[in-house]
C-alpha cells in the first residue's frame, strides 16, 4: 500500500492508483472529462490539474499515479487558474445553448465552468460552426458543437467492447467526433456513450427534447429486459418511462453498463398492445365487474372439485413481493399447490452451485455451455471482456453451434444438435480422449476458478455440472444460468418451484382433462414452453384459462378473462437477477387504464371468492445470504448422458435454438425501427444453396404439416446442415417443432401487389 496526503488528509492505496481515484476514496471530487474508471487514463482534456509538491507545474490527476509520502493539493491559486485556463479553452467554439440542451441541468460542463470557470468571455470571434443532431444510430444523436474531445465514447466502443464504430476525424480546431466509414454505430452497447459523454454532445434520439430535470422524476431501478438485472435509473415524466439510463454500484464495480435493447425499450409499458381493458369472455369489462366473475367462477369450481382442480403458472417479471402475494392466494385462498414458474427451457438448474458475478470476474476459465451471451445476456459479455482484461481467462465454448466470437475469442467443441450434454459427459467420462477433447478435459478439470455461463437447454446437464464441480474438489466452480425468465429466481424466493417438471405436470393435468381452471400470471405457454404441443393441447382442454398481465398471449379466444396488472416502473418492488441478488427498483410512471398491481389483484379475487385473503408485509431479504437469495446445501449427481440421434435424411436440416435478446424483449415502438428482420440464421454455404441473397430473404420452414415462413440471414457461426431460430420469436413456432426430427427448408415465394393504374 501507498501513504501519502491529499489537501492534508492522509491515505493509503494500493499501488498503480491514479491520483484522481485516491482523492475519491477521501470524497474529494477532481473534475474530469475524459478519465473513466473502466477506460484508464488518458490525459485529453487536462481539466483535473492539480498540485503536487516537488513537481515544477501542475499535474493531471488522472494520469499520475500515487508514490509513497506524495503530497497533493486539488486547490489553490495555481490549480483554479489552470482548470480556468482549460474550460476558457473549452467554451472557444461551444455553443453556448444550454436552454435548448438536453444535458441541460446534468451537464459536466456547466458544473465546472459555474465552479470554476471565469464567469466573462475574452474571445470576440465568431465560433466555428459544426454539424448538430447528426445521428451517429438510430438512437443516437451528435451535436459536434458541443464536443470537448475527452474521447471517451471512441475509446469505449473501441476498448472496452471491442467494437470500433467512432473514431477522431479532422486536425487542430476542426476536429470532430464521427463514426468510421460514415457507417452508423451498430454495436449493442452504442447507448452507453450517451451516459458516458460528460457534456451534451452525444444525446438519445428517443429522449430528445422530452423533458428537463426540473419537470422529471428519477428513481433506482432495475432493467426489465433479460435476467442480467442491470442497475438503472428510470425517469418518468407525466406518468409515463421516457428515459432509462446506467446506474453505476462502484460497491460492486459495476460501471453501469447496459445494452442497447434493454436501454431502449422502456416504453413498452405504453406499447398500444398493452393489456389495460379487463376482459370477460371476449367482451370488454370494468376491471370490478370482471374480478367479481372470476372470484365466483373460481369458487363455485373450488366448492365443487377442490382446489386441486385450479392450477396456477406465472411468468414471473413481477416482483418478488407480487410473485409470493400470488404463490398465498394460490395455497390459502384456492387450497391448491399446482404452482409453477414457466420458463422456456427444460433444464434446472443445481441451486448449489449459482454462482456470482464476483466469480466470473474472478475467474480463470469460463465455459459457455451452450450460451452466446452476446446475444443472450449481452451485458455478460461486457463483463467477460472486463474480466479478460484483468487477468488471462481462458474461454471454451461449447454447443450445437459456435458461441465465442471476434469480441470474445477463445475455442470451440460443436456438438451435433441436443447432444451438447452428452459430449460433456464424454469429457466428464473415464474414457481416454485425443486431442483437442482432451485438453477441454484438462482444462475444465484444472483451471483454478471455473464459471459456467448454462443456457438451461438440455436438462441432462444439470447432473453434469454437479459431477463437473465433484470432481474439481476444491477448486471452486460455479454456475450463471443465462436463460429467462427475468425473476424466476426471485420467484423460487417467493416459495414458487421453478423446477421444469412442476410446469411439465401443470400442462399434462390440463391436456388429460384434471384441470377445471388454469390462471395465467403474465406467462404464454404456446409461446414458452419448451413443448408447445403439451401447451397448446393444454389450453384447448382446461374449461377455463383466466389470465393477468401485459400482454395477452394469443390465442385470445382462448381466454375466458383478460385482467391487467401493473408493470416493470410502475410498482415499487424487489427482483432477482441471475446470480440470486436481491434488488429494489421503485416505481417511477403510473399503471395505465385499469391496471393495478397483483397484489391488490388477488386479494380482491379472495374476497370475491369468499375467502379474503391478509397479506402480511413480506421481506424478501429476511433470512438470506446477504441480499441473495438462500441456495441450498450442495447434492452429489450422478454423470449422464443423451441418447445420440440418428442422421438425417437428404434434403433436412437440424433445427437449433436459444436466446437472444434482441427478438425476445417486449414490444417496443422505439426498437421497433432496429427490430431483426432476419432473425433465423444459415451458414454461408446453405444459404447458397438455397439461392439465398447476401443481405438475407424469406424462406420457408416445414416438418411435416407444419409450415411457416421467417426471414433468414447468412452466419457463418452455425454448422452446415443446421438453422437457428431463436426461442420466443413471434409467428415462429420453434418450440412446436420436434428437434429430433429434420426440417425441410426451401426460399419463399415472394410476395407481389399489383396496384392497378386508375
Not at 261 to 279: K, W
Amino acid at each position: 500500500m501507498i501513504q501519502l496526503s491529499i489537501d492534508g488528509r492522509e491515505i493509503s492505496v494500493p499501488e498503480g492508483t491514479m491520483v484522481v481515484d485516491a482523492a475519491a476514496k477521501l470524497g474529494i471530487e477532481i473534475p474530469v472529462y475524459c478519465y473513466h474508471q473502466a477506460l484508464g487514463p488518458l490525459g485529453a482534456c487536462r481539466i483535473c490539474l492539480v498540485e503536487i509538491e516537488k513537481m515544477p507545474k501542475l499535474q493531471t490527476a488522472c494520469t499520475t499515479a500515487v508514490r509513497e509520502g506524495m503530497v497533493v493539493h486539488t486547490g489553490g491559486p495555481a490549480v483554479e487558474k489552470g482548470r480556468q485556463g482549460i474550460l476558457e479553452f473549452l467554451l472557444i467554439n461551444h455553443p453556448l445553448d444550454c436552454p435548448v440542451c438536453d444535458k441541460g441541468g446534468e451537464c459536466f460542463l456547466q458544473d465546472y465552468s459555474f465552479w470554476y470557470g471565469s464567469g466573462k468571455n475574452r474571445f470576440e470571434e465568431s465560433k466555428i460552426q459544426r454539424q448538430k443532431d447528426y445521428p451517429v444510430s438510430d438512437y443516437i444523436l451528435l451535436d459536434q458543437e458541443r464536443c470537448v474531445l475527452c474521447q471517451r465514447c471512441i475509446r469505449f466502443l473501441g476498448e472496452y467492447v471491442g467494437e470500433e464504430q467512432l473514431m477522431l476525424e479532422g486536425r487542430g480546431v476542426h476536429t470532430v467526433v464521427s463514426t468510421v466509414e460514415g457507417q452508423p454505430a451498430h454495436s449493442p452497447y452504442a447507448g452507453n456513450v450517451i451516459d458516458l459523454c460528460p457534456v451534451g454532445a452525444l444525446l438519445s434520439e428517443p429522449y430528445h427534447f422530452k423533458a428537463r430535470p426540473w419537470n422529471i422524476e428519477r428513481e433506482e431501478t432495475v432493467c426489465s429486459v433479460c435476467p442480467v438485472g442491470c442497475a438503472s435509473l428510470v425517469t418518468g415524466r407525466d406518468g409515463h418511462p421516457v428515459r432509462l439510463e446506467g446506474r453505476p454500484q462502484p460497491d460492486l464495480d459495476d460501471y453501469g453498463f447496459l445494452c442497447d435493447h434493454g436501454r431502449f425499450t422502456y416504453d413498452f409499458v405504453n406499447h398500444p398492445a398493452r393489456l389495460e381493458q379487463a376482459f370477460l369472455d371476449g367482451k370488454p369489462a370494468s376491471a370490478s365487474a370482471a374480478v367479481a366473475a372470476v372470484g365466483e367462477r373460481l369458487a363455485r369450481v373450488v366448492e365443487k372439485s377442490g382446489g386441486g382442480a385450479v392450477a396456477v403458472l406465472t411468468g414471473a417479471v413481477h416482483t418478488v413481493e407480487e410473485e409470493w402475494a400470488l404463490a398465498q392466494f394460490a395455497r390459502e385462498s384456492i387450497g391448491t399447490s399446482r404452482l409453477a414458474v414457466l420458463k422456456p427451457v427444460a433444464g434446472d438448474l443445481p441451486l448449489p452451485l449459482l454462482g456470482t458475478y464476483a466469480d466470473l470476474a474472478a475467474a480463470t476459465g469460463v465455459l459457455l455451455l451452450g450460451a452466446d451471451p452476446y446475444e443472450a445476456v449481452p451485458v455478460m459479455h461486457l463483463k467477460l471482456r472486463a474480466a479478460r482484461r484483468a487477468h488471462p481467462v481462458a474461454v471454451w465454448g461449447l454447443g450445437d453451434r459456435v458461441l465465442t466470437r471476434s469480441t470474445l475469442p477463445g475455442e470451440d467443441f460443436v456438438a451435433e444438435p441436443g447432444q451438447v450434454a452428452a459430449r460433456l459427459g464424454v469429457v466428464l467420462g473415464g474414457e481416454a480422449l485425443d486431442g483437442r477433447w482432451a485438453e477441454l478435459r484438462r482444462g475444465l478439470l484444472e483451471t483454478e476458478r471455473l464459471v459456467v455461463l448454462w443456457d438451461g437447454a438440455d436438462p441432462a446437464a444439470a447432473a453434469l455440472l454437479a459431477a463437473l464441480a465433484g470432481q474439481r474438489g476444491e477448486r471452486p466452480t460455479a454456475v450463471l444460468p443465462t436463460h429467462g425468465p427475468r425473476n424466476w429466481l426471485g420467484a423460487v424466493r417467493a416459495g414458487i418451484s421453478a423446477e421444469h417438471a412442476a410446469a411439465a405436470r401443470i400442462l399434462e393435468d390440463a391436456a388429460e382433462g384434471r384441470l377445471e381452471a388454469l390462471i395465467l400470471l403474465a406467462a404464454d405457454p404456446l409461446r414458452d414452453f419448451p413443448d408447445g404441443d403439451l401447451a397448446a393441447r393444454a389450453l384447448e382442454r382446461v374449461p377455463a384459462v383466466y389470465f393477468a398481465g401485459w400482454f395477452a398471449p394469443e390465442p385470445r379466444h382462448a381466454l375466458s378473462a383478460m385482467l391487467p396488472t401493473a408493470a416493470w416502473a410502475e410498482v415499487t418492488g424487489t427482483y432477482a437477477n441471475m446470480e440470486g441478488r436481491l434488488q429494489v427498483a421503485h416505481g417511477a410512471a403510473a399503471a395505465p387504464g385499469q391496471a393495478r398491481p397483483v397484489r391488490s389483484l388477488v386479494t380482491a379475487l379472495a374476497r370475491a371468492m369468499g375467502h379474503p385473503l391478509r397479506l402480511p408485509d413480506f421481506d424478501p431479504f429476511q433470512d438470506q445470504d446477504g441480499d441473495r437469495i438462500a441456495r441450498p446445501a450442495k447434492q452429489p449427481a450422478e454423470s449422464a448422458g443423451a441418447p445420440a440421434r440418428p442422421a438425417l435424411p437428404p434434403g433436412e436440416w437440424r433445427v437449433l435454438t436459444g436466446d437472444m435478446v434482441a427478438v425476445s424483449h417486449p414490444p417496443s415502438e422505439i426498437a421497433e425501427r432496429t427490430r431483426e428482420p432476419l432473425p433465423l440464421r444459415l451458414h454461408p454455404h446453405d444459404a447458397d444453396e438455397l439461392g439465398l441473397g447476401a443481405p438475407g430473404g424469406l424462406i420457408e420452414v416445414a416438418q411435416g404439416e407444419r409450415r411457416f415462413v421467417a426471414g433468414a440471414r447468412r452466419d457463418a457461426r452455425i454448422p452446415a446442415g443446421r438453422v437457428f431460430i431463436p426461442r420466443g420469436l413471434a409467428d415462429v413456432p420453434a418450440n412446436r417443432l420436434d428437434h429430433g426430427a429434420g426440417v425441410k427448408i426451401a426460399l419463399a415465394d415472394p410476395v407481389r401487389e399489383e396496384v392497378a393504374a386508375p
